[in-house]
Nanobody, 121 residues
């Protein structure tokens, strides 16, 4: 069974850095677009960054210049390097990926369980 497992969240002071990881487990034939979303308390989930299978990236205006999304296709893993963190970056961060499992050979969208990021002094 294919699933996404996130790690790397935690508590950090303003101005600090964190690196999130999201690894797809299971028998995967190919991985397509991979994204990071976040959801702050009382707010809707929002797209933070996306990376295509070819490595093209796009970012929300609020994180441009501070966050970097990258991927390791061989490991079916996506990363989010977060620098110069601000209190408004606080929230639960979710990864999403379009994957083609070997068992079905159809492309489906998968979500991770979420990891908490808290930016506070």
């Amino acid at each position: 069974q294919v699933q996404l497992v996130e790690s790397g969240g935690g508590l950090v002071q303003p101005g600090g850095s964190l690196r999130l990881s999201c690894a797809a487990s299971g028998s995967i034939y190919s991985t397509y677009a991979m994204c990071w979303y976040r959801q702050a308390p009382g707010k809707q989930r929002e797209l933070v960054a996306v990376i295509t299978s070819g490595g093209s990236t796009n970012y929300a205006d609020a994180v441009k210049g501070r966050f970097t999304i990258s991927r390791d296709n061989a490991k079916h893993t996506v990363y989010l390097q977060m620098n110069s963190l601000k209190p408004e970056d606080t929230g639960v961060y979710y990864c999403k990926a379009d994957l083609r499992p070997i068992t079905t050979m159809t492309v489906n969208t998968y979500w991770g369980q979420g990891t908490q990021v808290t930016v506070s002094s």
